[in-house]
C-alpha cells in the first residue's frame, strides 16, 4: 500500500509533472516472474525515475544506512525508502555482501523484479565503471534474464552534491533481455561471472553511449578522496584524456 501511494499519489504525480519523464523499451520486461534490471547509475533519482516508469513493482537493495537513522529524520528516511521498494542490505563485510546476494536471490526466486547497479556506486562523472560480479552471481542462482536499462537525464534532475532537485527532462531505455541460461550450474565460477558481467556492462556502454573505464567506481573515488578533489558537486570534464585503464570490456560471455 505504501509503494502504491509513493508512485501514484505522494511522489510519482510531482515527478511526473515537474521532469516529463519518458519510456522507450518497456515490453522487454516481462509481465510476471523473477528479473533483473541492471542499470547505470548516474544519480539517486535513478531509483525514484525506474520504478516510476515500470508498471510492475521494482525492489532495490539498499544501503542499510538509509534505514538505520535516529530522530524525525530517521524515521522519515525509514518511511520514504521503505515506500520506494528499497530493501536494506549490510555492506560493511565480505559476510554482508553474501548475505545480500542471497537476499536478492530469494526475491528473484519469489518472482521480484530486482533493481540492480553492477557498479555498485554511483559514477563519480557520468561515464560507466567496471562492474561488479554479483548481478552475474543472482542472475545464474536465481536463473533470471537481466534487463539492460539506461537512464538518462537524472544527473540533470539530482546532480552530484546537490539538495534539491531541478525540473529536467528523464528518458529510461529498456534494452532486450540477456538470456545466460547456457552457463546453468556455473554459480560460483569467477571466470563465468567476470565474462557474463563484462557482457552486461558492454551492453550498457552500447544503450547508454557512456565512455567506459575498467576500474571499479567506488576505487576512483577513494583516490580521489584522498586526494581531496572531491567537492559537492563535482564532476570530470568530458574533455579530459581518457586514462591507461580505458577499455571496453567483452562482448559476448564465454
Not at 533493481?115 to 536465481?142: C, F, H, Q
Request: hydrophobic letters at 40%.
Amino acid at each position: 500500500m505504501l509503494y502504491y501511494l509513493m508512485k501514484h499519489v505522494l511522489l510519482g504525480p510531482l515527478l511526473r509533472l515537474a521532469c516529463r519523464p519518458r519510456i522507450e523499451g518497456l515490453e522487454h520486461i516481462p509481465r510476471t516472474g523473477g528479473a533483473i534490471l541492471a542499470s547505470n547509475h548516474v544519480a539517486v533519482a535513478d531509483s525514484f525515475f525506474l520504478p516510476l516508469m515500470v508498471s510492475r513493482r521494482v525492489t532495490f537493495l539498499a544501503k542499510r544506512e538509509y534505514f538505520t537513522g535516529r530522530g524525525l529524520k530517521g524515521r522519515l528516511s525509514r518511511f520514504f525508502f521503505a515506500g520506494v521498494g528499497q530493501v536494506p542490505i549490510d555492506r560493511t563485510s565480505g559476510a554482508a555482501a553474501q548475505a545480500a546476494l542471497d537476499t536478492g536471490i530469494r526475491l528473484l526466486r519469489e518472482g521480484r523484479l530486482l533493481g540492480i547497479y553492477p557498479e555498485g556506486t554511483r559514477s563519480p562523472d557520468g561515464r560507466l565503471y567496471k562492474g561488479k560480479t554479483g548481478v552475474a552471481r543472482m542472475a545464474l542462482e536465481a536463473g533470471v534474464p537481466v534487463i539492460p536499462v539506461a537512464m538518462f537525464g537524472t544527473d540533470e534532475v539530482n546532480p552530484i552534491g546537490s539538495k534539491m532537485w531541478r525540473p529536467r527532462p528523464v528518458r529510461v531505455v529498456v534494452g532486450e533481455p540477456l538470456d545466460f541460461s547456457r552457463y546453468e550450474g556455473l554459480a560460483g565460477d569467477r571466470f563465468v561471472e567476470r565474462s557474463i558481467t563484462d557482457e552486461i556492462m558492454y551492453t550498457l556502454m552500447e544503450l547508454t553511449g557512456r565512455e567506459y573505464v575498467d576500474v571499479y567506481a567506488a576505487k576512483v573515488k577513494d583516490d580521489l578522496a584522498a586526494q581531496g578533489r572531491v567537492p559537492p558537486g563535482w564532476r570530470r570534464s568530458a574533455a579530459t584524456p581518457a586514462t591507461e585503464h580505458d577499455r571496453v570490456p567483452r562482448a559476448k560471455a564465454g
